[in-house]
């Protein structure tokens, strides 16, 4: 009761001050639900934003913006080793696929987390076994009902006008004898609007009435309690309170991560990735593979050659062995020096050194071997062995 009369005491200037605005007439009144946290609009947040300090008055308050990623939460927003309450507040409410994670996790360490939206986010619900409700038959009703437990466990009614906003939001559970939620609060259908979590050492709590932290409600009646029953439940040993308001949060994605969000391209990429993947392993082993030594061609004439001559000389056929290889060096002649090999004279001789650079001498004798050759001599193995080595001298000697 100490804390409700500060916090009437402290806030009633305001009201006053919020009065005297509204009641200028020389200025339209702007109806737009912006919930912002420092205007005095009818459906922003100035009383609750600046209330927070007097709630917990123990607690530093720090704006964030709506646009900022949770991710991690424990490590951007814990300035100290202590407690913080992360409160955001807006029309609809939507987070990343990381983020309910990260969010439920800064749960779990201790942490108090007050989301309060009019349609929050489907992951977050599946996640919390919670699904929201159709739109209310009452919707557009003048006046309409909301109700709160306070502090004492008491069950208090409170009553909004209606201006282009309802406050019949709620939640519907399909677990209804073993919810793992506390029913804090009820919309006029008795569809539950506010619901606590205890998860690890933290509570999440959700709140689906939104204008029930706006300018408009709170000074209608004796709606300024709302707020002091609402945070009663939750714990004030905290040291950061951390505010979030928007109108619609729409998480912004980067292509890559719409890409990953929607199952169905998530799985493509994937699939897509490991044939990649596969086929690259399959090709780094194929081109892995030793490719053999293949041996430079072989000239096949002179291989040919040879194995016919160890073939005649095998068989002692001397006369015809030197025939074929007088054949194949005047062939060699006409070939590589464009001489006429008819006729053999002294002439021929000459030519044939010259064009070849061996010596008169050199080149005479072999001529002079060949003529015998062609004259029909007898050979024998002495004078093949002869004939060879002048043939020989005259391909690689100098």
């Not at 080793?81 to 201790?110: N, T």
């Not at 942490?111 to 986010?121: E, P």
């Not at 939750?234 to 949060?249: Q, T």
Request: hydrophobic content about 40%.
């Amino acid at each position: 009761m100490i804390r409700l009369n500060r916090f009437i005491v402290l806030l009633f200037p305001a009201l006053l001050l919020l009065l005297s605005g509204c009641s200028r007439k020389d200025q339209p009144t702007y109806w737009y639900a912006d919930f912002d946290k420092v205007s005095k609009n009818p459906y922003s947040l100035y009383l609750t934003y600046n209330s927070l300090p007097i709630l917990f008055p123990g607690a530093g308050t720090e704006k964030l913006k709506s646009s900022s990623r949770l991710t991690n939460l424990g490590y951007q927003l814990r300035k100290n080793k202590g407690k913080s309450m992360l409160m955001m507040v807006g029309l609809r409410l939507q987070f990343a696929e990381d983020e309910v994670d990260s969010l439920l996790a800064f749960v779990e360490a201790g942490h108090q987390v007050v989301l309060s939206a009019a349609r929050f986010d489907d992951a977050l619900l599946e996640r919390l076994r919670l699904e929201q409700s159709p739109e209310s038959t009452l919707a557009g009703k003048k006046q309409q009902l909301i109700y709160l437990k306070d502090k004492d466990n008491q069950v208090q009614s409170y009553s909004y006008a209606y201006h282009d906003r309802d406050i019949l939001a709620g939640f519907v559970s399909q677990d209804t004898v073993t919810a793992p939620f506390f029913i804090l609060g009820r919309n006029e259908e008795q569809q539950p609007d506010c619901v606590l979590y205890a998860i690890g050492e933290g509570k999440l709590i959700l709140h689906a009435a939104p204008v029930a932290f706006s300018n408009h409600f709170l000074l209608q009646e004796q709606n300024r309690k709302y707020l002091d029953a609402f945070f009663s439940y939750v714990p004030g040993n905290f040291s950061n309170v951390y505010f979030v308001s928007f109108n619609y949060r729409d998480v912004s994605y980067s292509d890559w991560g719409v890409i990953w969000r929607n199952k169905a391209t998530r799985t493509a990429l994937l699939l897509t990735l490991l044939a990649l993947l596969v086929f690259i392993l399959f090709e780094m082993k194929r081109r892995q593979t030793i490719i053999p030594v293949i041996p430079p061609v072989e000239n096949a004439s002179v291989a040919f050659v040879e194995t016919i001559g160890r073939l005649y000389f095998n068989k002692k056929d001397h006369a015809n062995l030197a025939e074929k290889m007088v054949q194949h060096f005047l062939d060699f002649v006409r070939n590589h020096y464009y001489l006429n090999t008819n006729l053999l004279d002294q002439e021929f001789v000459r030519n044939l050194s010259a064009k070849s650079g061996k010596a008169i001498a050199q080149t005479d004798t072999l001529v002079h071997y060949i003529r015998e050759v062609q004259s029909g001599v007898k050979a024998d193995e002495a004078f093949l062995f002869t004939l060879y080595n002048q043939i020989r001298e005259f391909y690689h000697g100098k």
